[in-house]
T-cell receptor, first 115, second 112 residues
Framework: AQKITQTQPGMFVQEKEAVTLDCTYD???????LFWYKQPSSGEMIFLIY??????QNATEGRYSLNFQKARKSANLVISASQLGDSAMYFC????????????FGTGTQLKVEL | SQTIHQWPATLVQPVGSPLSLECTVE??????LYWYRQAAGRGLQLLFY??????ISSEVPQNLSASRPQDRQFILSSKKLLLSDSGFYLC???????????FGQGTRLTVV
């Protein structure tokens, strides 16, 4: 199975500080997509950022950036200038085409932003 | 834009009763569709995915089944619910490797 690993079940960060959420993945695909989603306590899933496997530059979206290291199969999310509203569950996900189109999620990291 | 309507939002069912959760897609055609289950405070476990009408792939053996009778309709079913089937069920869809997924609002199922 192509596994997504998020080794940090919980993280704390102070407001206005930067935080890195780790994600590593298995894959045998040549082409794949990596995503990060945010899930507040309401349960909705909010798309944050996307990185294609062939993209040479790291993706950025506002305060979110993705530190993509293809050889190491890692796609860490960096949130700069944390805000209280960033407190939520964060999921790394990978879209694979091998074995049929499939979107698989990691186990998630619960982030809490403190004053 | 693509949207998924998923219902009901909450459901309490007795052990041994049947289940049918439905989601319908608007705003796109021929999406990949997914059913996930999320235990409290945990990750999303992929249960089923479908790339087209009548095409269902199961990720884990379990007490549940899925069907896709129409392009924009995805149904999660069980003939007899177990206590362990309790959880938060999310229907999701996407259009391929470069597109972000779109999600339903989820169904919180409690089996009693």
């Amino acid at each position: 199975a192509q596994k997504i690993t998020q080794t940090q079940p919980g993280m704390f960060v102070q407001e206005k500080e930067a935080v890195t959420l780790d994600c590593t993945y298995d894959t045998s695909d040549q082409s794949y997509g990596l995503f990060w989603y945010k899930q507040p306590s309401s349960g909705e899933m909010i798309f944050l950022i996307y990185q294609g496997s062939y993209d040479e530059q790291n993706a950025t979206e506002g305060r979110y950036s993705l530190n993509f290291q293809k050889a190491r199969k890692s796609a860490n999310l960096v949130i700069s200038a944390s805000q209280l509203g960033d407190s939520a569950m964060y999921f790394c996900a990978k879209f694979s085409t091998g074995g049929g189109n499939k979107l698989t999620f990691g186990t998630g990291t619960q982030l809490k932003v403190e004053l | 834009s693509q949207t998924i309507h998923q219902w009901p939002a909450t459901l309490v069912q007795p052990v041994g009763s049947p289940l049918s959760l439905e989601c319908t897609v608007e705003g796109t055609s021929n999406p990949n569709l997914y059913w996930y289950r999320q235990a409290a405070g945990r990750g999303l476990q992929l249960l089923f995915y479908s790339v087209g009408i009548g095409q269902i792939s199961s990720e884990v053996p379990q007490n549940l089944s899925a069907s896709r009778p129409q392009d924009r309709q995805f149904i999660l079913s069980s003939k007899k619910l177990l206590l362990s089937d309790s959880g938060f069920y999310l229907c999701a869809g996407d259009r391929g490797v470069e597109t972000e997924a779109f999600f339903g609002q989820g169904t919180r199922l409690t089996v009693v």
